[in-house]
């Protein structure tokens, strides 16, 4: 059943993608929802209980989310803090309290003082006498984008690479390099495993930027300040393995870090290296962001590769596992944020280092 789904939705891909559909008539107003969430089902050809149970498993896509205008973290670092909930609500006091909402978590674990409103986190010092003396927004934050030095110099390794992959996986070999995301799997495995796979249709590269376990920030930070590491273990591992796209999958609650790895992407455009949605150039590495709609499932890989394709995200029984039989049924490397972002140190100064 799922197989016959997931073929429904690589009739349209990842451009007119069916989750973003659903994501988007799931957003709308009341009296419009079900018949838009009806209308992506006939659009897909498939059935309505395939596209209305798809909606039915994000939190902010829940009605009851949609109401909201500000949603204070309630991870579990926020909870411990001190910094309770009904302390936010007080500081928050331009708002109704129906208007507030929470959402688990904003990844400002060692700050416990932020909040969502209009797409931004907000922060601010809530432990000084219940006062919001310095509320600022992601805007206002100063950000690394680029690493240091030439951004062009820094994407030079690729054209080493491409003259020899061998030699490439082979120092991913020596690395060492394990998993970041939690089960510590060998990366060079995965990715020979995909390399190896024979495909009919295209490879993938999916960069798990779920991040949900408590405490956990530091891929947000990644995806923040330095997203060209992200795309470049992408690009790097497309290069070796014969994938032509990358999905960056990020969770919603993570505003900023969508923001900056989609800047990133036009520079590369910009610059030729790599094309983004709008780009039609068949010869280029192609990316594609997702915005999760809040899941803490999706972070399992099988769940967010469902996700991606717009089936209930639920997961997947393994094998095939995701190298043979990843995103739309093709083989595709998996990783997490981290891992990606290791990549080019090993191939610029050797496994070994
Ligand atoms: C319930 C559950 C949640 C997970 N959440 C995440 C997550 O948020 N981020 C992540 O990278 N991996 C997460 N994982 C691990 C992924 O399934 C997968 O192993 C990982 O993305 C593979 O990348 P890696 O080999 O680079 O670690 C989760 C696994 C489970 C079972």
């Known amino acids: 059943m799922s197989r016959n789904l997931r073929g429904l939705s690589l009739r349209k891909g990842l451009t007119d993608s069916m989750y973003e559909k659903t ?52 991870g579990t670092a926020c909870l411990v803090s001190g910094r309770t909930e009904e302390v936010m609500r007080e500081l928050l006091e331009t708002y109704e309290p129906h208007e507030i909402g929470t959402m688990t978590c904003l990844g400002h674990c060692h700050s416990n003082d932020a909040w969502l409103a209009d797409s931004e986190i907000h922060l601010c010092k809530c432990g000084e006498g219940r006062k ?17 030095g ?66 956990a920030f530091s891929d947000k930070w990644l995806l923040e300040e330095r997203p060209h590491s992200v795309l470049f273990g992408m690009l790097a591992t497309g290069i070796i393995t014969g994938a032509g796209t990358g999905v960056v999958y990020i969770r919603g609650e993570y505003p900023l870090a969508i923001k900056k790895v989609r800047e990133a992407i036009r520079t590369l455009e910009e610059m030729g290296i790599a094309a983004g949605d709008e780009n039609h150039d068949k010869d280029l590495f192609r990316f594609h962001v997702v ?63």
């Open 291 to 353: 915005q999760v709609a809040g899941a803490y499932i999706c972070g399992e890989e099988t769940s967010l590769l469902n996700s991606i394709e717009g089936l209930r995200a639920e997961v997947r029984t393994r094998p095939p596992f995701p190298a043979v039989y990843g995103l739309f049924g093709k083989p595709t490397v998996m990783s997490n944020v981290e891992t990606l972002a290791n990549v080019r140190s090993i191939l610029e100064e050797g496994g070994a280092a």
């Open 132 to 148: 919001i003396p310095e509320v600022y927004t992601n805007a206002e934050k100063p950000v690394l984008t680029a690493p240091a």
């Open 150 to 215: 030439d951004l062009k110099e820094y994407y030079s390794t690729m054209a080493v690479l491409n003259k020899n992959v061998e030699a490439a996986l082979r120092e991913l070999e020596a690395s060492g390099l394990r998993g970041r995301g939690g089960a510590g799997f060998p990366f060079h495995i995965k990715v020979r495993a995909a390399r190896d796979a024979a495909t009919d249709g295209g490879k993938y590269i999916v960069c798990n930027g779920d991040e949900g376990d408590p405490g």
């Open 23 to 74: 994501s988007d008539a799931a957003l709308s107003a009341d009296d419009l929802r079900e018949t838009n969430l009806i209308s992506v089902a006939r659009g897909f050809m498939t059935g309505n209980a395939a596209i209305l149970s798809a909606s039915s498993f994000y939190d902010f896509l829940d009605p009851e989310h949609q109401g909201k205008k500000v949603f204070v973290c309630n």
